[in-house]
């Protein structure tokens, strides 16, 4: 299992950073283990901050592959296409996944607190801890079981 492509993305949120971030491209791949450390990973339900082009915030409670040892949150593109085309009909499911970044995460009451409907960028951005890192991980040679 190779790791590529680590980049640091700048710091946008008010709040510390937290978990390193893995959108998980592949879709017969669903990471029951870490890709890192071949641990176990748990699931972890949390709102995800979402910035979709051109200028439409969005928070998603969704449920994420987590491994405590890495701190590595894994979210599967082809459910998060879904859900967020099922929240804006306008796109188009075969091409939403350009047009999206997963941000960070929100504390959950912090996500009760703000109003959906009339979430600001701003008022997301004063709760939003960004990732500690984006990670890029691809098979090689396989996955291994
Ligand atoms: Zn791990």
Same mark, same amino acid.
């Given at each position: 299992m190779g790791k590529k492509d680590e980049k640091t993305i700048p710091k946008l949120g008010k709040q510390s950073p937290h978990n390193r971030f893995f959108l998980n491209p592949? %879709? $017969?791949? %669903? /990471?029951?283990? =870490? &890709?890192? =450390?071949s641990n176990k990973m748990r699931q972890r339900k949390l709102p995800l901050f979402i910035h979709i082009d051109p200028n439409q915030p969005l928070l998603l409670n969704k449920t994420c592959r987590y491994c405590s040892y890495c701190d590595l949150l894994i979210a599967h593109r082809d459910e998060l296409d879904h859900l967020i085309t099922r929240a /804006? &009909? /306008?796109? $188009?499911p075969e091409t939403v996944s350009n047009q999206y970044l997963v941000m960070g995460t929100v504390d959950r009451t912090d996500w009760k607190r703000i109003d959906q409907n009339k979430l600001s960028f701003q008022a997301t951005i004063e709760a939003l801890h960004d990732f500690k890192e984006v990670v890029i991980f691809e098979p090689m040679g396989g996955w291994g079981r």
């Open positions: 592949y %879709r $017969d791949v %669903r /990471f029951s283990k =870490c &890709p890192q =450390c /804006f &009909p /306008f796109l $188009d």
